[in-house]
């Protein structure tokens, strides 16, 4: 039977603002006792009357589980005057609260509340206090009534804050009349939140609010699968599916979506393609900065000759035919591409292209989108390169951690630079690219550099593929395979590949092996084998540096299975080794982790030997990989090592942006490179098991590719050039442009 306990809230030990889940110290004269449980809205100095029962917990003692709770206005003064002077109503401390209480006694909330002016009676407040302390006062009851109201429909605490700080009083009527308008206008309420709400509040599955947000959804669903638009007829039969209603009659909801200018509809070719305001305008402008950078130089051929030849004689660069044509072409144009598959000689051209212009007492800027990209090209041209967010120099916002990300550098504080070097351009999305361009100034070279063939970018766009289809740009492309590259399996293989061509699995190779094996968990065992015991001294690398590549996220050789596997026997649990349980995945120290979003507020520090911070920063990104250094189970933190040493902090809230990444996916794998790389390749979707996919996590390997699995499934992706297509127009807007130049 449970038990009643009440008292104030004198302390509030921890609360996780994302479930409500509270740790507070409960007093009132006859006890004090830590209470434990789910609270809507508490704050310390409320008074409150809790049912549950009294619990034994192994390191922390005698709790009290609370199982409900509510609020009680407190009525002895000595009450009165802890909630006033708690800290709850700023201003109030407990010295002022005395005061109030010895001045009103009993009637001390009845005059805050009704008669707020005659607090101004008491020594050290004013009548512009009072009337602040009475606001302050209203605001508790009407926050403590909002998060009780939004309880009952399901809403999480965390949202639940959200909502009444965007909306106020104005909240119960928008969640009676349109919940729809939430996922519209606070960051990380989405369509499914509020279609769940409007299912309790009643509102009808034909309702125009409703439809309207689905066609909404269905938009931003497709851009998180790349694409900037999608045809108006995939837009309705996914709408209709999602509602789970009919589609005739929705036009008329896209038009109305258009007359509000949330949408853009462009016909090309018959069809009618429906984006939503903002990918159209990223892409428009896109367009307009590429060419207004797309200067031509009139250089005298004579002498940029001569400079390139001193150039290559001075730092002993010995360049084809073609990696001078992109060399001339950079001095020439205001935008340069220059693309090409592994080993066709790219970084020889960047490195040539670099030491010209600094000949020329230039100053260069060299970029990539992550940081493991950025590594690679400071490694190979000897100069620093920074991510493009970095680059950008990301501002410190305060607030909403979905906010959208601000850069410092930008058209009012351009990057100061006479060219700039971006590479793994495959990976630029439509808007990072847009930031990018704002932050350029016209007169500014611009070389984008990336392999066409890759993978396209996990956000929306297909920015490197449609500047070379818009045919509005110089690109050079490279495609002789240099006599040491050739020597690699990898990059032979990886061409062929390409090429739709056998390759040969012969294990003959020196860096490139297929092991066939066509059991699971014969292949699982295997992948364990050789990555603790056959691959690191073969690569002279560890365990860590090892990635397992895989097509698919679900499946018996999906990253989900793969990594509970793999942390077993990798990094299995330990005394004294603390983990964390966060959505059914085991975080446990040592274990190596992805960040799986862009997070623009996180902050992280890089410290010397002696412990003293050298640098530090903000952002950290989709597809960054680190290693889980500490887990503190009481401040509910546990701390991270990404590449070049940064750390950083995680509230356990936060893990959802966390996955283990002893396997990833494929196209996670985008922009890194690792020693070797192993993949489990028996079966799959057809869509997923393509040549696109098989060659880019070939060319994510340096030193050496191990499949393990079907010679079969291996040829089959050879075969299979289908690959998801994308719905991007940035070569279409470079276009529509020339006819108004």
């Known amino acids: ?317 010995e360049l084809d035919e073609m990696q001078r044509t992109a060399v001339l072409e950079a001095t020439k144009n205001g935008v340069l591409v220059l693309t090409g598959g592994p080993g066709t000689g790219k970084t020889t051209t960047i490195n040539a292209i670099i030491r010209f212009f600094e000949a020329e007492g230039m100053d260069i800027l060299l970029a990539a989108p992550t940081g493991r990209a950025a590594k690679r090209m400071t490694e190979t041209t000897g100069y620093e390169a920074r991510t493009i967010h970095r680059l950008l120099e990301i501002s410190k916002m305060s607030g909403d951690l979905e906010s959208k990300q601000m850069f410092e550098r930008n058209e009012m504080n351009p990057l100061e630079t006479d060219v700039i070097i971006i590479d793994e351009l495959s990976m630029v999305d439509i808007s990072l690219m847009h930031a990018l361009l704002k932050a350029i100034t016209v007169g500014t070279r611009l070389i984008l550099v990336g392999d066409v063939n890759q993978l396209p970018s996990v956000g929306p766009g297909n920015v490197l593929r449609d500047i070379i289809s818009s045919h509005q740009f110089n690109v050079v492309k490279l495609t002789k395979i240099f006599r040491q590259a050739a020597e690699s399996d990898i990059i032979v293989n990886a061409h062929k590949i390409n090429a739709g061509e056998t390759i040969k699995l012969d294990n003959k190779s020196k860096d490139f092996f297929l092991l066939q094996r066509d059991n699971v968990n014969v292949i699982i065992n295997v992948i364990l084998t050789l990555i603790k015991d056959k691959i690191p001294n073969y690569v002279n690398a560890t365990s860590y540096d090892i990635q397992v590549l895989t097509p698919m996220r679900k499946g018996e050789l999906g990253v989900e299975r793969l990594n509970q596997v793999l942390q077993q026997f990798l990094n299995p649990p330990e005394s004294g080794k603390k983990e964390k349980e966060f959505n059914q995945i085991i975080f446990r120290e040592g274990d190596k982790i992805m960040q799986i979003k862009n997070n623009y507020q996180l902050t992280w520090e890089i410290k010397s030997k002696y412990g003293i911070t050298t640098e530090n920063g903000t952002g950290v990104f989709n597809g960054d990989m680190g290693v889980i250094k500490e887990i503190n189970l009481f401040a509910e933190e546990l701390v991270i090592e990404f590449d070049e040493g940064r750390m950083v902090e995680y509230s356990f809230s936060q893990l959802e942006e966390l996955e283990l990444a002893y396997a990833t996916t494929i196209h996670k794998a985008q922009g890194s490179e690792y020693p070797a790389v192993i993949m489990p390749l028996l079966t799959g979707p057809r869509m997923l098991m393509n040549r696109n996919l098989l060659y880019t996590a070939v060319t994510r390997a340096k030193n050496c590719v191990i499949i393990v699995g079907s010679e079969k499934t291996v040829q089959a992706m050879i075969e299979n050039e289908s690959e998801q297509h994308r719905y991007s127009s940035l070569s279409e807007r470079i276009i529509e442009l020339l006819d108004v130049s």
């Open 1 to 317: 039977m449970a038990e009643i306990i009440e008292g104030y809230v004198d302390k509030i030990v921890f609360r996780n603002a994302e479930n409500g889940y509270t740790v507070l110290s409960l007093v009132n004269d006859d006890l004090e006792m830590t209470c434990v449980g789910m609270f809507t809205f508490i704050s310390e100095g409320e008074f409150i009357q809790a049912s549950g029962n009294y619990i034994a917990h192994q390191l922390y003692g005698e709790q009290f589980q609370v199982e409900s709770y509510e609020f009680k206005k407190p009525e002895d003064l000595e009450s009165m005057e802890r909630y006033l002077g708690s800290g709850a109503i700023k201003g109030i401390k407990s010295g002022l609260a005395a005061r109030i209480v010895r001045r009103f006694k009993e009637d001390s909330f009845r005059i805050i509340e009704e008669e707020p002016e005659r607090l101004a009676e008491v020594k050290g407040i004013s009548e512009k206090m009072a009337k602040e302390i009475s606001k302050q006062f209203e605001d508790k009851k009407e926050m403590r009534g909002a998060m009780l109201f939004l309880q009952q429909y399901g809403v999480s605490t965390t949202f639940a804050v959200k909502i009444y700080k965007e909306y106020g009083a104005r909240m119960y009527d928008i969640i009676k009349e349109n919940p729809y308008k939430l996922a519209e206008d606070i960051s990380g309420i989405g369509f499914k939140v509020s279609d769940e709400i409007a299912a309790k509040v009643g509102i009808g599955a034909n309702s125009d609010y409703r439809i309207k947000a689905g066609l909404l959804y269905i938009l931003l669903q497709g851009s998180s699968a790349g694409h900037v638009y999608l045809p108006e007829s995939v837009l309705l039969s996914k709408t209709a599916e999602l509602l789970g209603i009919n589609v005739n009659g929705m036009e008329k909801h896209v038009i109305d979506l258009a007359f509000d200018r949330k949408i853009i509809i462009r016909e090309t070719n018959g069809t009618k393609n429906v984006y939503s305001a903002s990918l159209f305008y990223l892409e428009l402008n896109t367009a307009k900065m590429l060419w207004d950078l797309n200067i031509k130089y009139n250089l005298d051929a004579k002498y940029i000759a001569e400079r390139l030849s001193a150039v290559e004689s001075l730092f002993k660069i």
